[in-house]
């Protein structure tokens, strides 16, 4: 009975175990805060990138030859817009600002019944 007294009046560890608690809260509330910010950059880095692949002139166009021993004749692509690509065909701004979203690209998720 005497050694069930002095556990049940024992505290030692009490304050460790919610120190480890509330650090432990405060750790996990900070990491959620981190991954969607993580998300939202990456997010934001791969539309600028896919603006900046659109804005690309991918044209081309190759002269004919002739000559005594044959000729080769000449070819050519004209780049036309990209879908909701803004500005002209000679890279003029697309409306990609720093910090606005990304054109065309929206992160969604569809409502679910819980339960």
Known sequence: MKVIRKLWRDEHGFIVTTDALLFGTILVLGMLVGLVTLRDQLVQELGDVGAALGNLNHSYSVEGY???YGSVAGSSFADKSDIHEQGDDEGSD?????GASPLCISVTEAASEEG
């Open 66 to 68: 002739e000559s005594e």
């Open 94 to 98: 697309n409306g990609d600002e720093a």
